[in-house]
């Protein structure tokens, strides 16, 4: 019996060290350029220390707007370790959300990652639904910070009459998207179409009743 339990709680803490991102075994690792190879690897080779230089540990791939979808008026940039070298092996990636007014983000989440918005222009409201269908939202001002926990479905859309920006950091180099909305409505883009104007058509005198509203209730 005690064997039993022993092998149990090896086997929990096994699969807690396999879920999360490897430490760092050294100072710095930025990442290599890698070429065409058979070999697979859970990450991304480091560079030689000798070659490593301080624009390894800047990017500016977040500095401007990215292209925003026509019909939802929005854009998100994920810059991974793939394309920020010095992120690799500190299990960080960052982002960029530019929302023009009336432009939203549908439901989707990271299934590697938990998230940290912070609201650098705007007014946004942004939201996350748990494993017992609960939502959680709030209005966000600018300097306003919400988390969003691991593999949960998330949303934010603007709130305001100006366009807005969001950065976040997500806890993972590699944090994975899966866009649950294009999931749904691929299928049947006049019930994706129907979402996105209801959403739409909201009021700003109706923002605030929107702290207790349903977002998946709209359509």
Known sequence: ??????????????????????DNLQDTCPAAPTSKQSIFINGLPCKDPNSITPSDFKSSKLSRPGDKNKFLRSATTIVTAADFPGLNTLGLSISRIDLDVDGLVLPLYHPRASELFFVSAGVVIAGFVDTKNQQFQKILKEGDVFVLPRGLLHFCLNAGDEAATIFSVLSSQ???????AGSLFESDPDMLN?????????????????????????Y
């Open 194 to 218: 129907k979402l996105v104007r209801k959403i739409k058509s909201i009021s700003s005198s109706q923002v605030n009743g929107l702290e207790n509203a349903t977002l998946f209730g709209f």
């Open 174 to 180: 590699n944090p994975g998207v899966v866009s649950v």
């Open 1 to 22: 019996m005690n064997s039993s339990i022993l092998v149990c709680v090896i086997m929990c803490s096994c699969i807690q060290i396999c879920l999360a991102d490897y």
